[in-house]
């Protein structure tokens, strides 16, 4: 069990790349069924953008394939879409 303030703590890591992609900024709950859905993290910055807001990725919980004390593991691949 764990709390989603937990999750914001840990780096998401890409398993195929070895990338740190960020920190989750979100958790997307399917509250009838009880269940993560996925996660949100925030689209790379590319240099200086005041007015421009980047999108953010969205990591379906199906990708995830391991969380650990400092990090979470995700496997990149078809199912990560910008949101």
Known sequence: MFKTS?????DVIDINT???LGNIID??????????EGFILPGES????????????YI?????KK???DVILVNIDENVTQV
């Not at 958790?27 to 993560?36: A, Y």
């Not at 590319?46 to 990725?57: M, N, P, Y």
């Open 6 to 10: 937990d999750l914001r703590d840990k």
């Open 18 to 20: 070895g990338k740190r």
């Open 27 to 36: 958790v997307e709950v399917n509250l009838e069924e009880g269940k993560v």
């Open 46 to 57: 590319k240099g200086f953008r005041l007015f421009v807001k980047d999108l953010d990725i």
């Open 60 to 64: 379906p919980w199906k990708s995830v």
């Open 67 to 69: 969380i650990g004390e």
